[in-house]
């Protein structure tokens, strides 16, 4: 129940295409969903982040969309971006237990130009 | 703002020699710091959790004899690898967050890692 899938594991999109990257979760009293970018041999940084009261957050190129009933959030990239090439991660937190964020497993996307 | 450095950002020790990783927060006060370890192309494991002035909340599995994490300030969290041995040659990256920052305060804000190499 504490699980978060995250998929796919890898995806290649042309550059100006849409990036889309897919978290489902069981546990309904996760309440907090963050998404981070990672580049090779860096910590992850925060993107974006939204809560199960909101069913979209958009920022820049980025988008949430949030389905609490599917129990599911995906980040779309907008007009993607060789740039954009790095690691994704999905995660989930709940009130309590310091708030510790549980992880997706990642998603390696490379954008061809 | 929410910037968080690490100390050194790559290490190379002898097995059976100790080392110490500083993280920093440089503009927040973190009240609660962790420590995570990657291994490439996996995902982040959390070590362990530190609120400042308290001892450390190990994950299970983590030895906490072995990874000696000491979160003394709000500013300041060290973890220091003990008789380190190649099994733990890895990746190792902090994150902090203050709790009292609102309206956003789930927001962890990672450091950019500690590669360390033990032979």
């Known amino acids: 129940q504490q699980q978060v899938k995250q998929s796919p594991q890898s995806l290649i999109v042309q550059k100006g295409g849409i990036s889309i990257i897919n978290c489902a979760y069981e546990?309904?009293?996760?309440?907090?969903f963050p998404w981070y970018q990672q580049f090779p041999g860096k910590g992850p940084a925060l993107l974006i982040a939204?809560?199960?009261d909101v069913s979209e957050k958009k920022e820049g190129r980025f988008t949430i969309s949030f389905n609490k009933s599917a129990k599911q959030f995906s980040l779309h990239i907008m007009d993607s971006q060789p740039g954009d090439s790095a690691t994704y991660f999905c995660?989930?937190?709940?009130?309590?237990?310091?708030?510790?964020?549980?992880w997706g497993l990642g998603t390696s996307l490379a954008v061809n130009p | 703002g929410a910037v968080v450095s690490q100390h050194p950002s790559w290490v190379i020790c002898k097995s059976g020699t100790s080392v110490k990783i500083e993280c920093r927060s440089l503009?927040?006060?973190?009240?609660?710091m962790f420590w995570y370890r990657q291994f490439p192309k996996q995902s982040l494991m959390l070590m362990a959790t530190?609120?400042?002035?308290?001892?450390?909340?190990?994950e299970q599995g983590v030895e906490k004899d072995k990874f000696l994490i000491n979160h003394a300030s709000l500013t300041l969290s060290t973890l220091t690898v003990t008789s380190a041995h190649p099994e733990d040659s890895s990746f190792y990256i902090c994150?902090?967050?203050?709790?009292?920052?609102?309206?956003?305060?789930?927001?962890?804000?990672f450091g950019p890692g500690t590669r360390l190499t033990v032979t």
């Open positions: 994150s902090a967050r203050d709790d009292h920052r609102g309206p956003w305060i789930y927001e962890q804000y």
């Open positions: 503009d927040f006060q973190a009240t609660t």
């Open positions: 530190s609120n400042e002035g308290s001892k450390a909340t190990y």
């Open positions: 546990n309904t009293a996760f309440d907090y």
């Open positions: 939204i809560r199960p």
């Open positions: 995660a989930a937190s709940i009130t309590g237990n310091n708030r510790k964020l549980i």
